[in-house]
């Protein structure tokens, strides 16, 4: 190994572990930390952010990555040393046009934004949370100012989460997404009544839900030595280390929606647990994009979560564990009970079909905010607007409206379409795993998951970050980013539970 690139990993290995204090404050933040701790935990990680920041613009590093262009020239493309050069390089060239003191700012202000975040979606106070909304927007004006100006300022917020795609390209695939699910949403809409899901609100006590989820998530692989599980809000998951998983859930006495955020969470875990333990403390050991970890939490939320074959082994622990509720209710009207097609007010909770029509919304309203096309302080009734007409809902207080997530409080802005991304990806996914495990059903009846686990580690989760998320996608499916499998799935399960023209 040539001096410079043992001096590179050195350095990067640092950073990294700084990246991972900050990651572990946050989730702590979430997580633990009493309320009134926020303004230290804000300054704690101004300061963190700021120390990693300048360590990785350091003239250092770009004398290191000169010095190895000659040493990559010569690599095999798809060597981990190649791809570390390669990939610190883009994060470099973008990082050292951001000022320090900026990039420790905008970590300040989200942490704060959090903590307010928490208070005012508890109250539905949107006046509350306005301010400190304000000041992220105007900070990532700033961050967004720091680069040469691309086609829209939105391409250089989306590219911190998924990397060289376009807001143009995301609208297209929008474009046709919606060409496809508009009338498909609209079909089901005629036969609501053909689906009762009144199985699924009563009385479920946490202590239940938590056990059963526990046995699920050990089917899947999660183990207490690398995993581990908490309340929280809003879900999320976060690694310390590929042998650190941290995820979160929330539950509520009255339905089961934490079984299916809980499989959610474990997608994003498998992912980071799955990178090559070689990659650990560069920065290749985390996913490719968010839009491709997405399409692993929800891969594993929906197309295993909602599937018959998973609901084959576990339904019966399931009534098991609650017997009053449903004992007496077989697994068919279970399972169209989970798959249900209905227009709701929250995103994590909506179904597979409308669940993308909560992205565009947010889509739509991010560009706006960011260009100041929409005032705000406007923001709580364009959104309760486009829930009308999106989905036909009426949003009754801030809580159950534009307060409901915590991307735009942590200056998570840009991070919204990755979601529905993720759904399209899942299903390019699973179609190409269908093809290579062609029993893959009947593994998952017998809650043999092995082989499936085993197949995405290989093909896609230890690789990490080694490519460019086109390139990994291309890798993995053996072609570019596509809705029609996703339509495909769509039409083929909902068309069948609802008895759809066409449908098999």
Not at 375 to 399: C, I, K, Q, S, T
Not at 404 to 420: E, K, L, N, R, V
């Amino acid at each position: 190994m040539p001096r410079a690139l043992q001096e590179l990993k050195q350095r990067l290995a640092e950073i990294v572990d700084l990246g991972k204090v900050a990651g572990l404050l946050a989730w702590d933040q979430r997580t633990m930390m009493a309320p009134a701790g926020a303004p230290a935990r804000a300054e704690q990680l101004a300061t963190v952010t700021r120390i990693a920041h300048e360590k990785f613009v350091s003239e250092e590093i770009g004398r290191l990555l000169e010095e190895l262009r000659p040493y990559e020239e010569s690599l095999d493309y798809d060597s981990d040393a190649a791809s570390l050069i390669r990939m610190t390089r883009r994060d470099y060239e973008k990082a050292r046009l951001v000022p320090t003191e900026l990039r420790a700012e905008m970590s300040r202000s989200a942490a704060i934004a959090l903590s307010v975040w928490d208070e005012a979606r508890e109250t539905s106070d949107f006046g509350l949370f306005l301010p400190h909304l304000e000041r992220n927007v105007e900070l990532r004006r700033r961050y967004v100012a720091c680069f040469a100006k691309a086609q829209e300022d939105y391409d250089l917020l989306l590219d911190d989460y998924e990397p060289g795609m376009t807001t143009a390209e995301v609208r297209a695939v929008f474009h046709e997404l919606k060409a496809g699910l508009v009338p498909l949403i609209a079909e089901i809409a005629e036969r609501a009544d053909a689906v009762d899901d009144s199985c699924l609100r009563g009385s479920f006590p946490v202590e239940r839900q938590q056990a059963f989820e526990r046995k699920v998530l050990e089917s899947f692989g999660f183990s207490p030595r690398s995993w581990r599980i908490d309340e929280t809000v809003h879900p999320f998951a976060s690694s310390m280390s590929s042998d650190d998983i941290r995820l979160t859930t929330r539950h509520h006495e009255t339905d089961l929606s934490a079984i299916f955020a809980t499989m959610h969470e474990f997608g994003h875990g498998l992912y980071e647990h799955g990178v090559d333990r070689a990659l650990e403390r560069t920065p290749l050991a985390r996913g490719a994009s968010l839009g491709l970890h997405e399409s692993q939490s929800r891969m594993w939320e929906n197309l295993i979560g909602r599937g018959r074959p998973f609901w084959r082994r576990f339904y019966p622990e399931l009534q098991e564990a609650f017997p009053e509720q449903l004992g007496s209710v077989d697994l068919e009207t279970f399972y169209r009970a989970i798959n249900k097609v209905q227009p709701s007010l929250i995103r994590i909770e909506a179904d597979e079909a409308t669940y993308n029509l909560h992205i565009v919304l947010r889509f739509e309203l991010e560009q706006e905010m960011l260009a100041g096309r929409v005032a705000l302080a406007d923001l709580p009734e364009v959104w309760n607007m486009r829930m009308r007409e999106y989905l036909g809902v009426d949003v009754p207080d801030d809580a159950h409206g534009v307060l409901q997530d915590m991307h735009w409080a942590g200056g998570s802005i840009g991070y919204f379409p990755t979601y529905s991304l993720g759904n399209i990806v899942s299903a390019q996914i699973w179609e190409r795993l269908g093809a290579d495990l062609p029993d893959l059903d009947e593994q998952i009846e017998r809650g043999e998951l092995g082989p499936l686990r085993e197949w995405l580690r290989e093909r896609l989760h230890r690789h990490g970050r080694k490519f460019m998320p086109k390139e990994t996608l291309e890798r993995v499916v053996g072609g570019p980013i596509d809705p029609r499998p996703y339509l495909r799935y769509l039409r083929s399960k909902l068309g069948e539970i609802y008895g759809l023209p066409g449908s098999r």
